[in-house]
């Protein structure tokens, strides 16, 4: 079966801050008049879900009731056989599976049975803003090891400024973001052994975000950090959802796998005790429906209009953007613009380069709050036709020496 993945979605009045935030603070502004928003800024698709999940919610909610529930076994089996398939996870079973709300609950529930507030976390730069929020918000301090890029343009974790602020800051918890957002790298196998390792040599115990996991461009391969040695799968608290895969935000729920039964034990002792963290029903059968054989179809044609996105965005940048610069990602659907040569030629600050992304509709986001000092962060979830009218826009009327 085909998926329709170049339709234009109407989202106005559908509960989508991706075009109904606009001009209201917190989100781009609002376009000018005679220009149409293309969202191109929060975190999710402007895509349909898939069709399997749309008919589970709808099967569930002909049922009238939803009163307090437990999970049947098909929830944990779903997950075990995905993850089985599309990851080689081996001896996963139900036990080492549990439900968050929300990655970054599920982080700060890890967080809190490894370290005291106060406690410095190790962190890669740039930094997704939720991580900062959250860790902030909540007592943690973060050291941040920027990514470097090697003599082939890859971004790349830097082992040795690792190491010395692992030393010099006694850090005893490291969040790993894999594929990393918003850079889009993601981690080969020998990569992960070796920052495992020297996780090993300072008893380092690591937080994995793999939310993106499922969205890895074509050419690429997801390696999940607890495989890569047997410490990594003791020592690894590793978070999922089917949201940024099947762009179900909207209906909350995560999962952690976690195989150390202390550490399990623990996490779910911590994320219990706001009597908050409860499963909702439809998000349950939003899983089930999205861990078929016809959502894995799905997903595998998404990655193929994904990996067609990135290159032409990528290759229109290179050949009609002089002095803006950008990196081929290997996964996720966003792209982190660096702007600063541009600017400095130019003259002008992110700030006017955002203002006049927006005035034209195109609602990127700013790359400053995920540490990017002059950099946009876009969205490129779209129908093909809406970022090509996106960039054809920043062309005309953003980076141009026309006033």
């Not at 085909?2 to 606009?22: C, E, K, P, W």
């Not at 098909?74 to 036990?95: D, M, P, Q, T, V």
């Not at 779209?382 to 090509?388: K, N």
Request: proline share 5%; aromatic share 10%; glycine share 8%.
């Amino acid at each position: 079966m085909r998926y329709d993945f170049t339709s234009i979605m109407d989202r106005h009045g559908r509960d989508a801050i991706a075009v109904d935030g606009l001009g209201k603070g917190f989100a781009p502004g609002a376009p000018k008049p005679g220009f149409d928003p293309i969202p191109m800024w929060v975190a999710d698709m402007n895509f349909p879900t898939c069709p399997t999940i749309t008919q589970a919610i709808l099967d569930r909610a002909a049922h009238p009731a939803f009163g307090y529930f437990s999970p049947p076994e098909a929830y944990y089996e779903k997950i075990i056989s995905w993850h089985s398939r599309r990851n080689g996870a081996e001896n996963l079973r139900a036990e080492h599976i549990g439900y968050e709300n929300g990655v970054l609950g599920g982080v700060l529930s890890a967080l809190n049975v490894l370290c005291s507030r106060g406690d410095k976390v190790l962190l890669h730069s740039p930094t997704y803003i939720g991580f900062t929020k959250s860790l902030t918000s909540n007592g943690y301090s973060i050291v941040h090891s920027p990514l470097v890029r090697d003599g082939a343009g890859v971004w790349r974790m830097d082992l040795a400024d690792m190491e010395r602020k692992i030393a010099e800051n006694k850090i005893h918890a490291a969040i790993l973001c894999s594929p990393h957002n918003p850079m889009g790298r993601v981690w080969e196998r020998g990569e992960l052994e070796e920052v495992m390792a020297l996780f090993e040599k300072y008893d380092v115990w690591v937080i994995s975000d793999e939310i993106w996991s499922d969205l890895i461009l074509e050419g690429n391969r997801h390696v999940p950090t607890q495989s890569v040695s047997p410490w990594a799968r003791e020592h690894t608290a590793a978070f999922y959802a089917p949201s940024k895969t099947f762009n179900l935000a909207g209906l909350v729920g995560a999962y952690h796998i976690v195989y150390n039964p202390w550490l399990r034990h623990r996490m779910e002792k911590e994320s219990a005790l706001s009597h908050y963290n409860e499963m909702n029903v439809l998000s349950m059968h939003a899983l089930l429906g999205a861990y078929t054989p016809e959502g894995e179809a799905w997903v595998e044609q998404l990655r193929k209009v994904l990996t067609g996105n990135v290159r032409f965005a990528v290759d229109y940048i290179s050949r009609r953007f002089p002095g803006v610069e950008t990196t081929h990602p290997q996964g996720t659907y966003m792209l982190f613009v660096d702007c600063s040569r541009w600017c400095e030629e130019h003259g002008m600050t992110i700030d006017q380069v955002e203002r006049r992304c927006w005035n034209v509709g195109v609602a990127v986001q700013d790359g400053r709050m995920f540490h990017g000092s002059c950099h946009l962060r876009m969205n490129l979830a779209l129908p093909r036709s809406r970022v090509e009218e996106a960039l054809g826009r920043m062309e005309q009327y953003v980076f141009t020496d026309r006033a």
